[in-house]
Nanobody, 121 residues
C-alpha cells in the first residue's frame, strides 16, 4: 500500500520559515515526479512546486518563487519543501503528491493526507 506522509507543518509568524517533509512508503518514487500542492479555505488546490525524478527540473508557482525550494532524497524516498519569508497568504493545507510520470505538473496519482501551515501576521 502506497503512503505519502507529510510532516513539518504548523503555526509560524510572518517572515518565518518552515521545512515540510514527505516520506513515501509502499513503493519507490525515485523515477517519478514529486510535487507539493496547497489548498486554502475557499480555494482550489494548486501546485506550489514540483521536481522531476532526478531533481534536475523544478517548477515553482509565481506566488512562492524565490521563497521556496523543493528537493528530494531518492535514497530516503523523501521530498522536501523549504519555505522562507512566509506570508499569511501561504496559509493552507499542504499536500505531497507523486506522479507515475518522470515529470508532470498536473498528473499526480498518489496523495498524502495533508499538513496544515498557518502563518500569522
Amino acid at each position: 500500500q502506497v503512503q505519502l506522509v507529510e510532516s513539518g507543518g504548523g503555526l509560524v509568524q510572518a517572515g518565518g520559515s518552515l521545512r515540510l517533509s514527505c516520506a513515501a512508503s509502499g513503493r519507490t518514487f525515485s523515477r517519478n515526479a514529486m510535487g507539493w500542492f496547497r489548498q486554502a479555505p475557499g480555494k482550489d488546490r494548486a501546485v506550489v512546486a514540483a521536481v522531476s525524478w532526478h531533481g534536475g527540473i523544478t517548477y515553482y508557482a509565481d506566488s512562492v518563487k524565490g521563497r521556496a525550494t523543493i528537493s528530494r532524497d531518492n535514497a530516503k524516498n523523501t521530498v522536501y519543501l523549504q519555505m522562507n519569508s512566509l506570508k499569511p497568504d501561504d496559509t493552507a493545507v499542504y499536500y505531497c503528491a507523486a506522479s507515475k510520470r518522470d515529470w508532470s505538473l498536473d498528473e499526480y496519482d498518489y496523495w498524502g493526507q495533508g499538513t496544515q501551515v498557518t502563518v500569522s501576521s
